[in-house]
């Protein structure tokens, strides 16, 4: 803590350098500088002429914040003048304490944070509070003048950069405004695009549509059309066959086997064309009935062990020891596992082809995994996403001597998603194929059909 008396205007000059010279060793900048001298100097003279009136300067480092705090002290006589603390109260920080015997103004000027640390700042203070040289009123006066020349530089300095800041400002307003009007313009050009675009797609909805139902009744209409004459056709060459029938010559006898084959080919593309042209235009009926596994299996595998010889090839089924029973549509479930069956058995040449029955466990509803792989030619990577596509045949040397239509895999994932389930296909040329069929229980779902319809409880 340092302080001095103040008896005379010189006093107060002094005080004012002094003030100045505390507030540049503490950081203050240049303008809190003349802020604090100006402060401390107009309530010196407001003071100047009260008893035992002293000023003292001191450091507060109690808070996170230092502050530099200087008081004026003073035994007797009036009270500060209101005028003069409004105008300390307008640069600095300040609080009256009047009191019975003794009287005192408070000055608070907080200092920066960068500032230098608490022992070093008591004595750099200390140092320029008791520097003795003398101060006279045309030096304060100066000093004052350079100070008011200085704010005003500063003062116009600012006026200058806050003119640069608003045509800046200025400027990035005008273009952000032109800016947010193109990006209007832009999204109403996009949003017309993009409705024209639902609109072009919505026609395109409709004619695919179109043009669905009526592939759908054509392969429909051809069918009926076609299977009563290829029935006759199969029927004939199967008479002229019969042992009741008169006599071939061989040529005559290789002309109906041919005849016969061709049909029977005919025919099995007629079938596949109607059931694909019912299941698209959703005219399958579903009927589920309890289905014993172990049956099914069993009569499938004598089917296919009747129409495929194959020698080479072992088709696999599994024992179903215990009986297993699946609520869902008995006639499709053959149809679906048929066509994947004799699928497997047309592309494999020595190996096996197996059949897989299992719960799933990982479905929250009960369901059965139906699982057919075989050791045939297997299908390439780039065919799998179209072996799906109605006719599609995947190209190459394999398919030569296998005749198809390209219906089977189709027709059987439309049928397993019918049935409330999915099929999914992997394969690996050379190695094999693996198909796999995912059906829920249908008693399961149908049993909740008639609590919904009573609503519940």
Not at 52 to 71: I, K, Q
Not at 111 to 131: I, W
Not at 221 to 228: F, K, Q
Not at 337 to 361: I, M
Request: net charge negative; with cysteine; proline share 5%.
């Amino acid at each position: 803590m340092a302080s001095f008396a103040l008896s005379s205007a010189q006093d107060v000059f002094s005080l004012r350098r002094r003030a100045q010279a505390a507030a540049a060793v503490v950081a203050l900048d240049r303008q809190d500088q003349v802020r604090l001298a100006t402060a401390l100097s107009e309530l010196g003279r407001d003071r100047l002429g009260c008893r035992g009136l002293e000023v003292l300067f001191g450091l507060d480092t109690t808070d996170r914040t230092a502050s530099l705090v200087v008081t004026f002290v003073w035994g007797g006589g009036p009270p500060p003048a209101q005028d003069t603390l409004d105008l300390v109260a307008k640069l600095v920080r300040v609080s009256h304490r009047p009191g019975a015997t003794v009287s005192r103004v408070v000055i608070t000027q907080p200092l920066p944070t960068e500032s230098v640390k608490a022992d070093e700042r008591y004595g750099l203070l200390k140092a320029a509070l008791h520097d003795g040289t003398g101060s006279t009123e045309a030096d304060d006066l100066r000093a004052q003048t350079r100070d008011l020349i200085a704010t005003l530089e500063e003062t116009r300095a600012q006026r200058e950069e806050l003119r640069r800041l608003n045509e800046e400002l200025e400027e990035t307003n005008q273009g952000v405004v032109a800016l947010y009007s193109e990006l209007t313009q832009e999204l109403e050009t996009t949003n017309s695009g993009v409705l024209a675009l639902h609109s072009e797609l919505e026609d395109k909805r409709h004619q695919l549509q179109e043009a669905s139902e009526a592939k759908t009744r054509f392969w429909t209409n051809i069918s009926h059309e076609l299977r009563a004459p290829v029935n006759a056709v199969v029927a004939l060459s199967e008479l002229l066959r019969a042992a009741g029938s008169p006599p071939l010559t061989p040529e005559q006898q290789q002309q109906v086997e041919l005849i016969s084959s061709s049909g029977h080919t005919l025919l099995s593309l007629v079938n596949d064309l109607l059931d694909v042209a019912k299941a698209e235009a959703g005219h399958v009926e579903i009927h589920p009935v309890p289905v014993d596994l172990r049956l099914l299996v069993a009569h499938l595998s004598n089917l296919l062990l009747t129409s495929h010889g194959h020698d080479r090839i072992t088709l696999v089924t599994p024992s179903l020891e215990q009986r297993t029973v699946l609520t869902t549509d008995e006639t499709l479930l053959v149809r679906v596992l048929r066509n994947l069956l004799s699928n497997a058995l047309k592309f494999t040449e020595r190996g096996e082809v197996r059949l897989d029955v299992a719960a799933d466990p990982e479905s929250s509803v009960p369901a059965v995994l139906f699982t057919v792989t075989d050791t045939g030619v297997g299908i390439p990577a780039e065919e799998l996403g179209r072996v799906f596509e109605a006719f599609y045949q995947v190209r190459g040397p394999h398919q030569s001597g296998r005749p198809g239509t390209g219906l089977g895999l189709p027709y059987a994932r439309t049928l397993a998603e019918l049935l409330g389930g999915s099929l999914t296909l992997t394969s690996t040329v050379g190695v094999g194929t693996r198909v796999q069929v995912r059906l829920p229980d249908l008693g399961h779902e149908y049993a909740k059909e008639p609590e919904a319809e009573r609503g519940g409880p």
